[in-house]
C-alpha cells in the first residue's frame, strides 16, 4: 500500500492557475500508474490526467491544452499544473496511485474557480 497526501487546492478566478502536490510514502517502488482525479458536486469522479512509470500521460479531453501533468521522482511527488482554469473545473481532486497489489487514494484537495 501506499499513502497519498494531496496540497494546493484552493479559490482562483477564472483564467488562473494552481498547481497541486501529490507526495506518496510506502510501497512506491509497485506503483505502476498515478493519476489526477476530481468530483464536482452531484457528479461522478472522473479521470483528469494519469502519467505511467514510465512517464507516458494521459488527459480527459477536457484539460487537455491547459493542464500538465509531471512527476519527480527523487521528491516521490506528482504534481498536476492546471492553468487557464475554468467554472466547470471546480471539485475535490484526488490523487492515485495503481499498482497489481494496491489502488490508493489521497484524502482531496478542493479547488474552486469563481467566474
Known amino acids: 500500500q501506499v499513502q497519498l497526501v494531496e496540497s494546493g487546492g484552493g479559490l482562483v478566478q477564472a483564467g488562473g492557475s494552481l498547481r497541486l502536490s501529490c507526495v506518496a510514502s510506502?510501497?512506491?517502488?509497485?506503483?505502476?500508474?498515478m493519476g489526477w482525479y476530481r468530483q464536482a458536486p452531484g457528479k461522478q469522479r472522473e479521470m483528469v490526467a494519469t502519467?505511467?512509470?514510465?512517464?507516458?500521460?494521459n488527459y480527459a479531453d477536457s484539460v487537455k491544452g491547459r493542464f500538465a501533468i509531471s512527476r519527480d521522482s527523487a521528491k516521490d511527488t506528482v504534481y498536476l499544473q492546471m492553468n487557464s482554469l475554468k467554472p466547470e473545473d471546480t471539485g475535490v481532486y484526488y490523487c492515485?496511485?495503481?499498482?497489481?497489489?494496491?489502488?490508493?487514494w489521497g484524502q482531496g484537495t478542493q479547488v474552486t474557480v469563481s467566474s
Open positions: 510506502g510501497s512506491i517502488f509497485s506503483i505502476m500508474l
Open positions: 502519467i505511467t512509470n514510465p512517464g507516458s500521460t
Open positions: 492515485n496511485a495503481w499498482a497489481s497489489t494496491f489502488n490508493s
